[in-house]
């Protein structure tokens, strides 16, 4: 994903753009439920799920994504950049996905 753009701070924040690129319903054999784009079921973090999510985006909407993001909180943001650089650890993964939960995104999911 190209950024070359410098993140704005915008009012209308777009948390269900967030949910969709980041939230999924999985139905496992034992397990319902909601889970985090990146992570398996064994926990392991993976990116191209993250990457097939973003890239199903227009540039308007990457853009926005970014923004909304960068609005919420900047170190959001700069994780979220890590990873769509895939150049993010699973530290930094798991560290990003509970800064989402602290935002909410979850729950615009249901």
């Known amino acids: 994903m190209e950024l070359n753009s410098s993140p704005i701070k915008i009012t209308k924040i777009n948390i269900k753009l967030i949910s969709n690129v980041f939230i999924e319903y999985r139905d496992y054999k ?5 889970y985090f784009v990146g992570m398996d079921i064994k926990g ?3 990116n191209k799920e993250i990457m097939d999510n973003v890239n199903k985006l227009s540039s308007v909407e990457k853009l926005e994504l970014l923004n909304s993001l960068y609005s919420l909180d900047e170190e959001l943001y700069t994780d979220a950049l890590k990873i769509l650089q895939n150049t ?7 560290n990003f996905t509970k800064k989402l939960e602290k935002f909410g ?3 615009y999911n249901w």
Request: net charge neutral; aromatic share 28%.
């Open 30 to 34: 034992f397990s319902n439920g909601f």
């Open 44 to 46: 392991n973090y993976i």
């Open 88 to 94: 993010a650890t699973k530290e930094e993964f798991f």
């Open 105 to 107: 995104i979850m729950k």
